[in-house]
Structure formats: C-alpha cells, structure tokens
C-alpha cells in the first residue's frame, strides 16, 4: 500500500486517562484516574455488597489477561459475575456441546476438515468471517470432499458448495429434525455408535417423527428432496464435520437449535473418530481462551465447574481467598439487573456494549444509570463516552506477551511486536495497579508467571508449557502433562466397546421447534438478519480507520423481486423501521438474497445504528440474543426528497 493511502483513523488511540468532571470526561493523570476507578469499586461494595460488582472482560486479548481479569472480580471484589462477548455469540454452543459430552469445545481440528468427506457449514459465512478456517474447507474440497450450506443467503461462502439450503430464518430445528427422520427411514442411523455413546434415541426417534420431508418443506422453504440429499449425504459419508456459527446461536431459542444438530451426530456416530466432528466456529480471536481462563460467570479455569467444592478448594488454597458457591451474573444478567439498580458498578475491558447489544436506547439508559463505570479500552468508544473513568489500555494482540486459544480448542504464543503508544498501558498491569488501591498486594506478574499459575490450576493446560507452545508452534487443549499430547479430536471414548471407558453418554437433546419471537406481519414483513462482512470487524471501531474500494459503509440487502416490487434502485436510500425504532440507509440489490428477507451488518453504527432496529429477547439458556431475526417495513422515501443529512444516507468516509 502507498503511505499517501493512509487513512487517519477515526477511532485515535487513547494515551491518557480520562476522568468525569461536571458530567464531561476531561484528561487525568494514571494517579488520579486509578484512585478514581478503585474508589468508586470500594464503596459499591461498601455499600450494595460485592454482587453489585460486575466484569466484561476483553475476548480480543490474551489468555493471560482474561486469566487476571477473572481473578480480579474473584479474589479482589469478591464476586462471581464475570462475562464477555462469549455471550453474544457462542454461550449455546457452549451450553449445547456441555450437555451432550460434559465439555464445551469444538470436537475437531482444522486440520480435520482437509481429511473429511463432507462438510456442511450451517448457519455460517466462513468465506466473510473465518478466512482462515475457510482455506481449510477449501483444501477439503480440493481433497474431494462435498459441502453443503445451510443459510437463508446464498452467502460467498454457499457460493462454493455442492449444495446451499436456503431456508427461512429460525427454521433450523425443523430442517434438522426432517433430516434425523430421514436418516431414520432410511435406515441409515448408526446403530452401533447409538447403542455404545448415547441415551435417549428412543424419545428422539419420537420427536422428529412428526417432520416430514413434506412437513419441513412448508416450514423451512427448503425443497423436500434438497433435504433427503443432505440426510444421505451426512448419513452415508465415512467421515464429516458439521461446522455451525450465529446462524444457529444469535436466536432465542439458540441451545436448542445447538442440540438439534449434535443429535444428527450422534445419530450418524460423526463424532469422536478423525475427520468427523463439531466445529462451532468461535467469533473473537480469544473468545475461546477467555471462556477457558474462567473469564465467565459459572466456570473456573480449565472448564471447572464453580459449583463443585473440590474445584474451589483448590483455586482458593492458591488464591488465598473464598470464592463464592454459587454462578454469576451473565452479560445478559448484568445488564438486566441494572434495571432493578441490583447492577451499581461495571468494569468493562475491551467490549462496546452500547453498539454491540440489541436495543440501543435500553443499554445506553442501562449504563446511564450505574453508579461507577469504568472503561478500559484502547479507542475512546461510544461506551468509553459514558465512563466515569476512562483508562487507555495496550492492544494485546501486538504489545503484549502472551496466549489466544482458537477455536480448535489450539493455545498459541505471541511475542510483543509493537510498543503501545506513550501513554497507553498494559491491561494486566492496569488491573494489578486497582487490586492494591483495593487493599490486595498484586506485583505486576509476566505473562508466563500468570500461565504457570494457571496451569497449575487447570489440569487441561497443565502441560503447556511456553517452551513447548513455542516448540510445537501451539497445542491442542487437553494436554494433562508436559510429555504427552492428546489426539487433536474430543470424546472417542465414545466409540470405546469397554463400558467402564466410555464415560457418560451423550444424550440427544429433545427440542421443539420455536419460530422467531418478532413475528411478521402486514406492518413488519421483512424478515432482517444481521451480520458480518469481510472487510469490516463488529462495531467497526478497530476498522473504521481506513478506506478501500470494497467497503460502502452500511446497506441494506435486498432481493431483486423485492427491489422492483418496492421500486427500489441499487444505492438507493430507503427507511428501515421494526418495532424499536427506525434507521435510513442505502439499498443494495443483492442477488443472494432470497425474497422477503433483508440484511444489514453492524459495522457502521455512527452512521447507521443497526442495533435501533435488533430486539433483546434472549435464549434463555445461554443469554445469547435473537440478532438474527427482527421483523422490519421497508419504506420508500418520497420521490425527489433528498435524504440530506440522514443518518447513513452518505457512503462510508474514512474518518466519520
Ligand atoms: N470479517 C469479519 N470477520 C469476523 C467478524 C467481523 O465482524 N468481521 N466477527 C467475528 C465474530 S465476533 C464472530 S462471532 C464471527 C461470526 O461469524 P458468522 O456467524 O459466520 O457471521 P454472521 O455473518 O454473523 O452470521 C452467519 C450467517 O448466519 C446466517 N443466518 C441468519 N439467520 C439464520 C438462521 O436462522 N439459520 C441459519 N442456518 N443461518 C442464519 C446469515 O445469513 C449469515 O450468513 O465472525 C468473526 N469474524
Ligand atoms: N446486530 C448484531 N449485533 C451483534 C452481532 C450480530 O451478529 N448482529 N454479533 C454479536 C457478537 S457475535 C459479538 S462478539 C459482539 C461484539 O461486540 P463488542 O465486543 O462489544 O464489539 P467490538 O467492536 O469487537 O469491540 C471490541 C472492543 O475491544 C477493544 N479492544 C481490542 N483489543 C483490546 C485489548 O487488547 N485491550 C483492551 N482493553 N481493549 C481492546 C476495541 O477497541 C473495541 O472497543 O457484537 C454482537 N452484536
Ligand atoms: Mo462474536
């Protein structure tokens, strides 16, 4: 790139601290503005108790750092209410996978999905989203295997597969169950694996009974025969992966829509064997890693239960403290216990609520209302610009030592590549700064001292030493001891024909179908979901710096049938509204939309705040919102009104 390319960022770097004064923030010296966080923690727990307390935690930084950010919500405050963005994206994975096999992860490798024989990606746009996983499924391909996807667009990702299945939003458990009951009938389940690995067939073979081929076309859209060529496709292969993402998670009923496809693996035994497995492809860089380093409200380390006395015990004897018995509050939690003012004070490090959580104007008044926020980030985000205490953080990709975990459960080292910039410090560092205002004598650890003590902790890590990371260029988690490694795939002792091996058997999930809780009608017709593109990152503050022909800021795709019905050109601007609120933005006639639905990403909400239009109704389960599904109108704005001044009528500038 030619430097005269560069675009300054809209997003500068924070290099001081800033503090609220007279309801403005103004700058601060680290003295000033730590004493300010740490005080404002004391007296919430002075005087509304330690549960008043909550952590967002930075699922973009390392291991490490999530490791001491739970740690400090723990042992420093007392309290079990620690979450991130896990939350937004893959908690059902997590709750559904949990249920089925007592652990969390992804069951494969990477390296897996170039050994297969088929691959479906459901609910899922990896070409866009995971690049670097797609350049293995390419390799599959390449290798002979098929693919299948399973997405309301034909998405760039579909645009390579055998077949797409372009079903109705929220009509997963349906499609699912139609092809469990095919592969029944067909007489192809794997009655072996069914008998040795799991419970419950019986009740399943029951439940799915009702979903015909015919049944599942009506509710799915998807043709009858499309569906019986996925079920033997997936039943007959020798080996498959089923890789899925929010297609599946952001619904309301997301750990059943997780369930319903473990169980089409546990019908066909594609589990527990090399090149056949579950892939939920996990979003942030550290997502995965910050679940394991217990930076969530119900586990500690290593996957550990909280509830379970013996795993306290031993955190604590480490610690020097008592942890509470009992699960904390989830992000969703937290958020909704600020409503009852349960919720009085927030660290969030390395998270953007207020663009990143449905509803806008419900979490913007949320966060108003909090006694003491404190935002520790490495922009001044619209979250940041509600903080009394704003501290500028290192970005821990680059200036920091550490270990990500990806979402092939791998742990990989990363050496610090860039200074911060003068004046921005280290997250671990700033939380060890807050634990000795608040009484606790935290030396500021290197990052392999905070591993160590976490291995020490969690017998999953345990042989993971930084030597060996580097050596081996990252390892898969289980590694029980430093000279043994694990096969890189989860659960064959499924497949062990010794009963005292096998462990638990996983049992099919029995789930129901849950149609989207925005419904459509004659006001709202559209079916909006939401999501990514390849060029731009979530809320777009880590993107929004820099220009390039590909991006055209927001749009709203729209089928070509729809565009002409409505009268809509390419480019046009057009009024989106759903039950919450309104927003104006351009339309894009986008061929892999099918009619009827519509999709916008959420990569430009200071020009199109996407999340006016989203609904906060959550899964129950796992806390994970329906950002797939909102009901929405599609207005034409008048004839020859020029749209001056809308938000999201201008294309995307390099600095907004
Ligand atoms: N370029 C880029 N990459 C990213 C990110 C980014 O912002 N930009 N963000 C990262 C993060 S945090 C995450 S969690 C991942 C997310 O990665 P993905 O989940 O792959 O991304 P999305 O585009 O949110 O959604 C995936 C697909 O779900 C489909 N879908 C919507 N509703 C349904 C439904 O009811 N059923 C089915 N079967 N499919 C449905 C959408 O059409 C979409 O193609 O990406 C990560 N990678
Ligand atoms: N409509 C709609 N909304 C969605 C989704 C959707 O599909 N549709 N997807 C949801 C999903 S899956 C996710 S994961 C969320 C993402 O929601 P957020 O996590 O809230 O969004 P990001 O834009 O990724 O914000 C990351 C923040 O971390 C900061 N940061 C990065 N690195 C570091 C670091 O090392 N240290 C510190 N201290 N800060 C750092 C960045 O500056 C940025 O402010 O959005 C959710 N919201
Ligand atoms: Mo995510």
Redesign the pocket.
């Known amino acids: 790139m030619r430097s005269d390319d560069h675009q300054p960022s809209s997003y500068e770097r924070l290099t001081r601290p800033l503090v609220r004064e007279d309801g403005r923030l103004r700058p601060a010296s680290w003295e000033e503005a730590l004493d300010r966080a740490a005080a404002g923690f004391r007296t919430g727990v002075e005087r509304h108790g330690p549960d008043a307390f909550g952590m967002l935690s930075c699922a973009r930084a390392t291991n490490e750092m999530n490791f001491v950010a739970q740690k400090f919500t723990r042992v420093v405050m007392g309290t079990n209410n620690v979450d991130s ?1 896990n939350r937004t ?2 908690a059902p994975s997590v709750a559904g996978l949990s249920a089925a096999f007592g652990s969390g992860g992804g069951t494969s490798s990477y390296a897996e999905v170039e050994d297969t024989d088929l691959v479906i990606v ?5 070409r ?4 670097i996983f797609f350049q293995h499924v390419l390799k599959g391909l390449h290798n002979g295997a098929r693919m299948f996807a ?4 034909r ?1 760039s990702s579909a645009q390579w597969a055998d077949r797409w299945l372009g ?6 458990i349906p499609l699912a169950h139609a092809i469990g009951r095919e592969i029944i009938h067909a007489g192809l389940a794997n009655e072996t694996f069914i008998r040795r690995g799991t419970s419950g067939f019986e009740e399943y073979r029951e439940l799915v009974e009702p979903w015909t081929l015919a049944a599942a076309e009506a509710e799915t859209g998807v043709p009858a025969e499309a569906i019986r060529e996925l079920a033997h496709a997936y039943a007959t292969a020798e080996r498959a992966q089923l890789c899925w ?4 998670t ?2 309301h009923n997301a750990t059943d829509n997780v369930k319903a496809l473990i169980n089409l693996a546990l019908l066909t035994g594609h589990v527990g064997r090399h090149g056949s497995g579950l892939q939920p ?4 860089n550290n ?1 995965q890693g910050g679940g394991d380093m217990g930076a969530i409200p119900d586990r500690l380390a290593g996957f550990q239960d909280i509830l379970d006395a013996e795993v306290r015990t031993r955190f604590e004897s480490v610690w020097n403290t008592s942890i509470q018995p009992s699960k904390g509050k989830t992000l969703t939690q937290m958020f909704e216990s600020m409503d009852g003012g349960e919720l009085k004070t927030l660290y969030i490090i390395g998270e953007n609520p207020v663009q990143s959580e449905p509803e806008t104007m419900t979490t913007t008044r949320r966060l108003e209302r909090l006694d003491h926020l404190v935002v520790q980030d490495i922009f001044l985000t619209k979250t940041a610009e509600l903080a009394d205490v704003v501290l500028p953080a290192s970005a821990s990709w680059c200036e920091s030592d550490g270990t990500f975990t990806n979402s092939e459960r791998r742990v990989q080292l990363v050496r610090k590549a860039l200074d911060p910039p003068p004046g921005a410090r280290d997250d671990i560092a700033i939380m060890c700064d807050l634990a000795q205002r608040l009484g606790h004598a935290w030396q500021q650890p290197s990052a392999e001292e905070v591993w160590d003590e976490l291995r020490s902790l969690s017998p999953i890590h345990r042989g993971m030493t930084y030597q060996r990371l580097e050596e081996l260029h990252g390892i898969q988690w289980p590694c029980y001891s430093e000279d043994s490694l694990e096969p890189p795939f989860l659960h064959s002792r499924l497949w062990s024909t010794d009963p005292g091996k096998r462990g638990e058997a996983a049992p099919f999930g029995i789930v129901g179908h849950s149609p989207p809780v925005d419904l459509l009608d004659d006001d709202y017709p559209f079916r909006l ?10 809320t777009g503050v880590q993107t929004s710096g820099f220009s390039s022909p590909m991006r055209r800021g927001e749009l709203l795709d729209i089928s070509p049938e729809d565009a002409e019905r409505l009268g809509i050109a390419d480019g046009e601007t057009v009024r989106v509204s759903s039950r919450r609120g309104s927003v104006l933005v351009p339309a894009s006639i986008a061929t892999e939309m099918r009619a009827g639905l519509v ?1 916008m990403t959420f ?1 430009f909400p200071d020009q199109v705040d996407t999340q006016l239009l989203t609904i906060d109704a959550t899964d129950p389960v796992a806390g994970t919102a329906e950002y ?2 909102a009901a929405v109108n599609i207005e034409k704005l008048i004839e020859g009104a020029a749209p001056a001044g809308a938000a999201g009528a201008a294309p995307v500038p390099a600095s907004p």
């Open positions: 963005c994206c893959h459901w609910g899922g746009n990896p866009a989203a995971h690049p399973v997405d309301p667009r998405t079903l109705n939003v929220g009509t997963d993402t929010l297609g599946i952001e619904h492809l996990r979003g942030q997502v979901t939401t999501g990514r593109r390849l060029d731009d990152y979530n999709f990569h797939k599904a």
